[in-house]
């Protein structure tokens, strides 16, 4: 049993990734862009933004991509399948590989079939 108190544990919590809306991104281009030179790196430090995020942005506003304004890369999490569905898929694939094992048996004993077959009347003909 693992503690989470012990002294190899880390006790800060995973960091999450920050999210911005359309909306901020174009606010913070349009502050960006209308701030005199020396004031650019003062906008991009009191929001803590790098200037490679205001160019991304810039790039996708003029692209008229107000879309391309999100982030896609937090999208939501898949939903997680139920037991039931992650055991449906399971017997689904088994189900899959016994009947390919099934055809393949199918297929031998026939095979056998014809070689004994091929055999009685080789010994009958022998005789």
Request: charged letters at 35%; aromatic letters at 4%; hydrophobic letters at 35%.
């Amino acid at each position: 049993m693992t503690s989470t108190t012990g002294p190899g544990a880390d006790p800060a919590p995973k960091p999450k990734r920050r999210t911005f809306t359309a909306e901020y991104k174009l606010r913070i281009v349009a502050e960006y862009d209308a701030a005199p030179a020396g004031e650019k790196g003062a906008i991009a430090r009191r929001e803590r933004l790098y200037s490679s995020h205001v160019i991304e942005w810039r790039q996708a506003r003029d692209a008229g991509a107000l879309t391309a304004l999100t982030d896609h890369r937090t999208t939501p999490a898949r939903p997680k399948k139920s037991a039931a569905e992650l055991d449906n898929e399971r017997l689904r694939r088994e189900n899959e590989r016994l009947k390919k094992e099934l055809a393949r048996n199918k297929a031998a004993v026939e095979v056998l079939g014809k070689a004994v077959a091929l055999l009685e009347s080789v010994s009958e003909s022998a005789d």
